[in-house]
Every structure is written in structure tokens, then in C-alpha cells.
Antibody, heavy 119, light 110 residues
Framework: EVQLVESGGGLVQPGGSLGLSCAAS????????FHWVRQAPGKGLEYVSA?????YYADSVKGRFTISRDNSKNTLYLQMGSLRAEDTAVYYC???????????????WGQGTLVTVSS | QSVLTQPPSVSAAPGQKVTISCSGS????????VSWYQHLPGTAPKLLIY???KRPSGIPDRISGSKSGTSATLGITGLQTGDEADYHC???????????FGGGTKLTVL
């Protein structure tokens, strides 16, 4: 059974840092690309970052967030720095499906981890 | 402000049919395939439709997807109380070079 389990969320002050993890199981982790997607309170889903052979970032987090993976541990990471109130959201990791970006979609998601940026 | 536009809410009675629209533009829905996700708060979003109208294994055929031009539609027939959830559309945006989503639609089964 494919499983993605996020952890690491919590309350952090503005300007602070936090690291999220996404532990994967039930499939060949190294064969897939992944996204981090977030949902702020009352808002829709928003792309944050992606990793395949290369890493990608939304403009809103570029220079502040770092995505990485450890294929030996089947784990995806998101290191977040210089956090702002507008980064408050539930953060989801999602496995990429589809052969190209034209039909990019996500066939499995984690349950999410809440990040609250507040003083 | 989401790139794709969905109605905030829809409702229908058990056993009835509902459709949820997702409106975009040429660089996103117009040029790429659309996917749909069901999401109950506190749980993992679930893929319902990909490539505009394909269902993953295990998704019943009372759930359907379609696309025309720069709009897509999710249809659910034979509504059940278990269908109450938020529904999100998503696609690639060739101009922004990122995946984009709608704001989500809350389905209420009256």
C-alpha cells in the first residue's frame, strides 16, 4: 500500500525556521518526482516546490525554502526559513504521476502537516 | 486568488446529480490535461479524475470528468452522503510553468 506521511509541522515565530518530512512507503521512492503543495486557511491548494531530477520553487518561497530527498530513507524534505504569516497552511507532499507536465497530476497525497507562523 | 475558478459551493439531494465547473485559460486548461481531487479536511486528498476524463482504479463510474476549451467539469451521479467533501481541479500552466489549482468547491449532500 502506497503511503505518504508528513511530519514536522508546528507553531513558529515570524522569521523562524521549520523542517518538514514526508516518509514514503509501499513503492519505489527513487522512481518518482514529488511536490509540496499547501493550503492556507480558507484558500485553495497552492504549489510550493517540486523535485525530480531538478528542484523547482514557487516565486513566493524561492530563496527561503529548500526541497530535498533521501532515497536511502524514502523521505522527502522541505526546509523552510524566514517564515512569514502568509506561509501558515497545511503542507502536503504529493507523488507525481503523468508522463509529462502536460498531463501532470498527483496520484497519492499525504494527510498534511499544519504550519502556523505567528508571534 | 486561484488561477482556476471554481464555484465555492454546490449542493444536491441524495441520489441526484451534481456538476462542478473549473474555468481557466489557454495556457492552463486550454493546453493541458485536467485532474480532480476529493478532499476531506484532515485527510489526504484523493485523485478522482486525471487526463480530463480518466478514472484511477477503484473510482466508481458515477464519477466523470470532461473538458471543453478552457473549462472542465466534474460530474457525480447517484449522490451519497459520503460524497460530502471539497473538490479541487488542477492542471499544468504552460505560461507560469507550475501546476495550478482551483479554489476548491464544497459539496453538500442535503
Amino acid at each position: 500500500e502506497v503511503q505518504l506521511v508528513e511530519s514536522g509541522g508546528g507553531l513558529v515565530q515570524p522569521g523562524g525556521s521549520l523542517g518538514l518530512s514526508c516518509a514514503a512507503s509501499g513503492f519505489s521512492f527513487s522512481s518518482y518526482a514529488f511536490h509540496w503543495v499547501r493550503q492556507a486557511p480558507g484558500k485553495g491548494l497552492e504549489y510550493v516546490s517540486a523535485i525530480g531530477g531538478t528542484t523547482y520553487y514557487a516565486d513566493s518561497v524561492k530563496g527561503r525554502f529548500t526541497i530535498s530527498r533521501d532515497n536511502s530513507k524514502n523521505t522527502l524534505y522541505l526546509q523552510m526559513g524566514s517564515l512569514r504569516a502568509e506561509d501558515t497552511a497545511v503542507y502536503y507532499c504529493a507523488r507525481v504521476a503523468g508522463q509529462t507536465v502536460t498531463n501532470l497530476h498527483f496520484d497519492y497525497w499525504g494527510q498534511g502537516t499544519l504550519v502556523t507562523v505567528s508571534s | 486568488q486561484s488561477v482556476l475558478t471554481q464555484p465555492p459551493s454546490v449542493s444536491a439531494a441524495p441520489g441526484q446529480k451534481v456538476t462542478i465547473s473549473c474555468s481557466g485559460s489557454s495556457p492552463n486548461i486550454g493546453d493541458n490535461y485536467v485532474s480532480w481531487y476529493q478532499h476531506l479536511p484532515g485527510t489526504a486528498p484523493k485523485l478522482l479524475i486525471y487526463d480530463n476524463n480518466k478514472r484511477p482504479s477503484g473510482i466508481p463510474d458515477r464519477i466523470s470528468g470532461s473538458k471543453s476549451g478552457t473549462s472542465a467539469t466534474l460530474g457525480i451521479t447517484g449522490l451519497q452522503t459520503g460524497d460530502e467533501a471539497d473538490y479541487h481541479c488542477g492542471t499544468w500552466d504552460s505560461s507560469l510553468s507550475i501546476v495550478v489549482f482551483g479554489g476548491g468547491t464544497k459539496l453538500t449532500v442535503l
